[in-house]
């Protein structure tokens, strides 16, 4: 199994572009996650789905959105990038709860300028 | 508001020697507390996970205790190693299953 993967791994946007960050899990796992982890903070939680067609808000939902179509994939929309968006996204998953193990993916590292 | 808080930030020690870092929070009540450890340029990677009721959770050289009255866990390494290099955030489950998660410590092993 490949676990949870994520592309890219890293990305410059100008202000003002969009982009999509890609998320997929191979272990058949319900939940998943987006969160941003932001230099000396703790990671924030943007936007969760418990099942295929299901997402719902997270902490910091704001400037971007989700979509779930299947059970593998979880993509992450941002319609207009903004510099407070530059960050290190992750991806992650959990079989059946959020208070299950969360497996993560190996970030994205996101630039704004 | 429900908050975690890690101490040391950064922690530089000599390989073969142990240390403790420190989480302690406000969550209240709270389902579970799990450390990660997340190697630089990596996701998180659960280490231990313990419900309000355990004490103490070992996971080869590292344990984990638990104080639900104070409200403290600390992570304890032991015979540290090059490879234990790495930030180490402590989560909160809170009982909607809402995770609260420090800003980790950071931990530098030298040789």
């Known amino acids: 199994n490949a676990g949870v993967t994520q592309t890219p791994k890293f990305r410059i946007l100008k202000i003002g572009q969009s982009m999509t960050l890609q998320c997929t899990q191979d272990?058949?796992?319900?939940?998943m996650y987006w969160y941003r982890q932001d230099p000396g903070m703790g990671l924030k939680l943007i936007y969760y789905?418990?099942?295929?067609?299901?997402?719902d808000k997270g902490e910091v939902p704001n400037g971007y959105n989700v979509s779930r179509s299947t059970t593998e994939d979880f993509p992450l929309r941002l319609e207009l990038a903004a510099p407070s968006q530059t960050s290190v996204y992750f991806c992650?998953?959990?079989?059946?709860?959020?208070?299950?193990?969360?497996?993560f993916g190996p970030g994205t590292r996101l630039l704004v300028l | 508001k429900n908050q975690v808080e890690q101490s040391p930030q950064s922690l530089i020690i000599l390989e073969g020697k142990n240390c403790t870092l420190q989480c302690n929070y406000t969550v209240s009540p709270f389902s579970n507390l799990r450390w990660y450890k997340q190697d630089t340029g990596r996701g998180p990677v659960s280490l231990t996970i313990?419900?309000?009721?355990?004490n103490t959770k070992s996971n080869r050289r590292y344990t984990a205790t638990l104080d639900a009255d104070t409200k403290q866990s600390s992570l304890h390494i032991t015979a540290s190693q090059l490879s234990d290099s790495a930030s180490y955030i402590c989560v909160v489950s809170e009982e909607t299953g809402k995770l609260i998660f420090g800003q980790g410590t950071t931990l530098q092993v030298k040789p």
């Open positions: 313990m419900t309000f009721s355990e």
């Open positions: 992650a998953s959990s079989y059946i709860s959020q208070q299950e193990t969360q497996y």
């Open positions: 789905s418990v099942g295929a067609g299901i997402t």
């Open positions: 272990m058949n796992h319900n939940y």
